[in-house]
């Protein structure tokens, strides 16, 4: 379940606007940067991403990813999610098609509860790169 809620002056502050149904263990969340979408991982849920319109507060779409879509980041120009999962892999989702273009493996081990595992990402400001963090690892990406 996901809340929307005012963030500005007192006067609208801490007033929740709508409740939104996600799927099980929602856990990260991004915005496009016009704002009109939000994509929502599911953590050790289902292994989707679900996409809301946040102008109906809606979901749009829902993306099939596998196991345990953790983190995730849109590029600068919105044109791509990309989502860090437990099998050692991060996905490139197109944001106009919600479908994947491109899974990238970032490791070779990837047990599961475990180490070595993709946990946090960022994307460079100007998109060219994306850094993963690894899991109870010493290395980023």
Known sequence: MLTAAHAGPADHADTVIDTIRVGDRPHHLAFTPDGTCAYVSHGAGNGQVSV??????????????????????????????????????????????????????????????????????AISPDGTLVYVTQFDGDWCL
């Open 52 to 121: 809301i319109d946040t102008t109906t507060n809606t979901v749009t779409d829902t993306i099939d990813l596998g196991p345990s879509p953790y983190d995730l980041a849109i590029s600068p120009n919105g044109t791509h999610a990309y989502v860090t999962l437990g099998r050692g892999t991060v996905s490139v989702v197109d944001t106009t098609t919600n479908t994947v273009v491109e899974t990238v493996t970032v490791s070779k081990r990837w047990l599961w509860p475990g180490q070595g595992w993709p946990l946090n990402l």
